[in-house]
Each structure stands twice: as C-alpha cells, then as structure tokens.
C-alpha cells in the first residue's frame, strides 16, 4: 500500500494539527500514515481517528531522540505501535514522560534567559503556550502535557515578539544563539538505543532507524568510502533491536533514488524491514515533502501484526 509513515504536526514541530495532516495525506492519495511527533504521542489517537474517517489506515506512532556513544549516534528512533488499540502503550509513554518534562524545562531555562538578555518580563510559558495554542481552540490538560517543545517554538515565540529579525529563519537562529549561543548551554537526558527500543517492544511496537543517510550528510560517495562504518552501524542498531530502516525523501529523485538503494541492499540481508517516509512538517516550512515521497509498504512483520 502506498504509505507515508514519517509526519510531524503542532504536537511537536510541525505546523499543522492532526486533523489537517490527515486531509493533506488523503488528498496525496495515500493508503496509510503515520504521525511521528518528536518524544510525543500526544497526537496520534486525533490523528489515526481523522484518518479513519477518511478511509486511510493510520498506526499510533512517534520519533524518539536517543542518543547512542558507542557509535556517536545522536539522532532518532521512530517508533510504529499496530496494536496500540489492544495492547496499549504503556511503557514507551512512560519513557517519554520524563522526556517531555525535560523538553519542557529546557524551554522554561530559555525562557529565562530571554527575559534577561531582551529585558522583557512577558516572555513566560503561559504566554508562549497561548501563542502556540493560538489556532488550536481550546486544550485540556492532557493536550498541553502532550506537547513537545523544542528551538523551534522559541525561535518562531521571540519572532512574533518582533525580538528577532521579520527575515530571520530558524538555522541562523541556531547559528547565532546556541552554537557557540548566547543561551548558556542545556543539555537534554535522552534514552540509549537499548533502552528505547525496549520499551518499544514492550507494547508490541517496531523500531525504525530513520533518514539512514543524514549520518553521510545524504552523499552516497561518502557512504561508499566509509562501508565498512557504515555496516558496522547497521550491525549495531540489529544488535541492539532495531526491527527496520527508512527509505526517506533526499531532497532530489535522483539522491533519494541512489542512497535508498544503498541502504536497502546492506540492510536487508541483516533482517531489517523497510518503511517509507518524508518527514513533513507542514505547510509554510522548509520540510513541506507530503506529496514528494512515499512508498509501497509491505506491512510489518508477523512478529507483531498483520495489515
């Protein structure tokens, strides 16, 4: 089935709420999707609810930040749960509380430091929730819970307090506050590999390496010269429990063409399954892929479920 299992929405970094990703996805023409949030699931049950109302299949699903010092992994794990309905996601959501709490007392952190070098008492978390919150209606008080706060919303929140630059994009905001930063630096917790993948499999869910390339800066030539490496992760993440590897948009058909093939002939005869997705974002950003990339997926292994 024609498949894009790799979306983000409001819930995390995206610009769109579920419902709104739904109809985009429906109107691509796809089969099935998935909302992957960054550390939340805050989303997915509105999300997979609109999608069934539409007649798309839809998994329960999210990335993960983990970071992984063995082989210098600071990346992602995306995580696809087919029978959330039946057997719920306990375990993971209880990993990604903590992280969630921690996302959102590095914002509080920024915050602070916003107020003293802009010299503005307003800039406070109830305010910039309402900015955020702002087309969203009303929100319970699991739906804030929920939310996965990053840069993101502090670079877009200091924009539309006219603090920042009306040309300013988030990667010179990056550049220019945090590397080296004005912000003193904060370093998130986040999961080991291991961990996050057993939590995973403690609701029955599958483990997915994303965007497999990023690590290669997307050049098929660099993977190429560093084979060896590159085999050596994918051992590692198989030891480690990781169940797939996406097949991901690479900004160009050609790219996306050739790294894919990379990945998929060393990745398969260790076991991996493959997925595919565009890592959208939404409408109104640099990441808006909906309708440049997806791909006919088989379905995940028995081990688990049946599509």
């Given at each position: 089935?024609?498949?894009?299992?790799?979306?983000?929405?409001?819930?995390?970094?995206?610009?769109?709420?579920?419902?709104?990703?739904?109809?985009?996805?429906?109107?691509?023409?796809?089969?099935?999707?998935?909302?992957?949030?960054?550390?939340?699931?805050?989303?997915?049950?509105?999300?997979?609810?609109?999608?069934?109302?539409?007649?798309?299949?839809?998994?329960?699903?999210?990335?993960?930040?983990?970071?992984?010092?063995?082989?210098?992994?600071?990346?992602?794990?995306?995580?696809?749960?087919?029978?959330?309905?039946?057997?719920?996601?306990?375990?993971?959501?209880?990993?990604?509380?903590?992280?969630?709490?921690?996302?959102?007392?590095?914002?509080?952190?920024f915050l602070y430091w916003s107020r003293t070098i802009f010299r503005r008492e307003d800039l406070c978390f109830k305010d910039i929730l309402k900015f955020r919150l702002a087309s969203a209606g009303p929100a319970d008080e699991a739906t804030v819970a929920s939310l996965s706060w990053s840069k993101v919303d502090l670079f877009l929140y200091l924009k539309e307090k006219g603090l920042l630059s009306p040309k300013s994009n988030y990667n010179n905001f990056k550049k220019d506050w945090f590397v080296p930063g004005r912000f003193?630096?904060?370093?998130?917790?986040?999961?080991?590999?291991?961990?996050?993948?057993?939590?995973?499999?403690?609701?029955?869910?599958?483990?997915?390496?994303?965007?497999?390339?990023?690590?290669?800066?997307?050049?098929?030539?660099?993977?190429?010269?560093?084979?060896?490496?590159?085999?050596?992760?994918?051992?590692?993440?198989?030891?480690?429990?990781?169940?797939?590897?996406?097949?991901?948009?690479?900004?160009?058909?050609?790219?996306?063409?050739?790294?894919?093939?990379?990945?998929?002939?060393?990745?398969?005869?260790?076991?991996?399954?493959?997925?595919?997705?565009?890592?959208?974002?939404?409408?109104?950003?640099?990441?808006?892929?909906?309708?440049?990339?997806?791909?006919?997926?088989?379905?995940?292994?028995?081990?688990?479920?049946?599509?």
């Amino acid at each position: 089935m024609d498949a894009n299992l790799h979306l983000h929405s409001r819930f995390s970094d995206g610009s769109s709420w579920p419902e709104e990703i739904a109809l985009d996805a429906a109107g691509q023409g796809l089969a099935m999707a998935a909302l992957t949030d960054h550390d939340t699931l805050g989303g997915s049950i509105r999300f997979a609810d609109a999608c069934g109302r539409l007649g798309l299949k839809a998994v329960q699903a999210c990335e993960i930040d983990v970071v992984e010092p063995e082989i210098d992994y600071k990346s992602e794990i995306l995580a696809y749960f087919p029978r959330a309905a039946s057997k719920g996601i306990t375990a993971t959501k209880a990993l990604l509380d903590g992280v969630l709490e921690g996302r959102r007392k590095r914002l509080e952190y920024f915050l602070y430091w916003s107020r003293t070098i802009f010299r503005r008492e307003d800039l406070c978390f109830k305010d910039i929730l309402k900015f955020r919150l702002a087309s969203a209606g009303p929100a319970d008080e699991a739906t804030v819970a929920s939310l996965s706060w990053s840069k993101v919303d502090l670079f877009l929140y200091l924009k539309e307090k006219g603090l920042l630059s009306p040309k300013s994009n988030y990667n010179n905001f990056k550049k220019d506050w945090f590397v080296p930063g004005r912000f003193p630096k904060y370093r998130l917790s986040k999961p080991t590999v291991r961990a996050c993948v057993e939590a995973i499999h403690a609701d029955s869910g599958f483990a997915v390496i994303p965007h497999f390339g990023h690590l290669w800066n997307d050049d098929v030539a660099a993977m190429e010269n560093d084979a060896a490496n590159f085999e050596s992760k994918l051992r590692h993440f198989r030891a480690r429990g990781v169940d797939g590897i996406e097949m991901y948009w690479y900004l160009g058909n050609k790219r996306t063409e050739e790294i894919n093939a990379f990945v998929a002939a060393r990745a398969a005869p260790l076991g991996f399954f493959f997925t595919f997705g565009s890592d959208c974002h939404g409408s109104g950003t640099d990441k808006y892929t909906m309708g440049k990339f997806s791909g006919e997926f088989e379905g995940f292994p028995e081990k688990y479920a049946r599509y």
